[in-house]
């Protein structure tokens, strides 16, 4: 899961519909999607695992506003404080986080998707390895 998008749609019935015929359509897989609806709008978080271009011009194309993240997806032991921790330090090391979700629960551990607005910076406060060093196939 390596791109993520936060997409407003109009809340119209079958407008997240509508919005995953486009995407079918130019091959993006929806790996992940969740959708919230505050009144006239509806957002809808959706991962991808390829094909950030296509998504962007699906979007556009279709007029709909969002914003796009790469995730670094991160392990973290399934206790209560254990995201106030990881948020405290990416806090710490200024690093703004843009969104973030759990995407698996096993054995103690939590799987998280960070969206941040500095990869670089969050990969070395969390201890991952710098991108330059993560195989293209394995990016997250």
């Known amino acids: 899961m390596s791109h993520q998008f936060v997409v407003q749609l109009p809340n119209r019935p079958g407008e997240l519909s509508h919005l995953a015929r486009a995407l079918c359509a130019r091959g993006v897989n929806i790996v992940q999607i969740q959708q919230s609806t505050a009144g006239d709008f509806t957002s809808a978080r959706i991962f991808t695992d390829c094909c950030d271009d296509d998504t962007k011009d699906v979007l556009r194309g279709m007029g709909y506003p969002f914003v796009a993240h790469t995730n670094l997806t991160v392990e973290i032991e399934d206790t209560p404080c254990a995201f106030s921790e990881i948020n405290d330090r990416l806090l710490g090391a ?14 103690g551990v939590a799987t998280w998707a960070f969206a941040v607005d500095d990869e670089a910076r969050a990969r070395a406060v969390l201890g991952l390895p710098p991108v330059a060093d993560v195989p293209e196939a394995a990016r997250i």
């Open 94 to 107: 200024d690093v703004g986080l843009r969104g973030c979700c759990v995407i698996g629960r096993a054995n």
